[in-house]
Each structure stands twice: as C-alpha cells, then as structure tokens.
C-alpha cells in the first residue's frame, strides 16, 4: 500500500495523475468485483452443500438407513416361482 501511494505522488510530480487515478481506480475496481464474484461462488458452494446434506439426513431419518442403497444383504434364497436351475457349468 505504501508503495502504491509512493507512485501516486511520483505521477501527481510528472503532472499524469488525472490518468492515474482512473488506472488505479479501475483496478481497485476490478479486484473488488473478482473478489465479490469469488465470495458469491463459495457462498453458493457452501449452501448447495449444506442443502445436499440436509436432503440425506433427513433421507435417513424417513428411511433408517444410511446408505443410498436397495440391495439387501443377506443368504440369498430361491422362491418357489422361480426356475430350476442347472449348476453343471
């Protein structure tokens, strides 16, 4: 910052400070809007993630079960509907 206002004066010496004001100006301009559009990207990264996180706790309070799953786990049996099958291969 210091040598930023150093410059400023140097210029206002060489009589060019009226077009350095208007390049500093646009570049502090530009760095505040980068800075807010970076601000606003997280935020909404954030709250996406917050509200996916909320969708699967409350998945998970409705159903039981952590996982996102339908397979379940155990010995597998055969109905009685189902076809013979041949185990020779």
């Known amino acids: ?3 930023f206002v150093l410059i400023l ?21 530009g760095v505040f809007i980068a800075t807010a559009t970076l601000v606003m990207i997280g935020y909404l990264a954030v709250r996406h993630q917050m509200r ?10 409705a159903s039981g079960s952590i996982g996102e799953t339908t397979v379940e786990v155990g ?3 055969r109905l009685p509907e189902d076809p013979p099958v041949d185990d020779r291969y």
């Not at 996916?52 to 309070?61: I, S």
């Open 1 to 3: 910052m210091f040598v």
């Open 9 to 29: 004066i140097l210029l206002a010496v060489l009589g060019v400070l009226g077009l350095a004001l208007k390049i500093a100006a646009a570049l502090v301009l």
């Open 52 to 61: 996916k996180v909320q969708r699967q706790m409350a998945d998970v309070r």
């Open 75 to 77: 010995r597998p049996q």
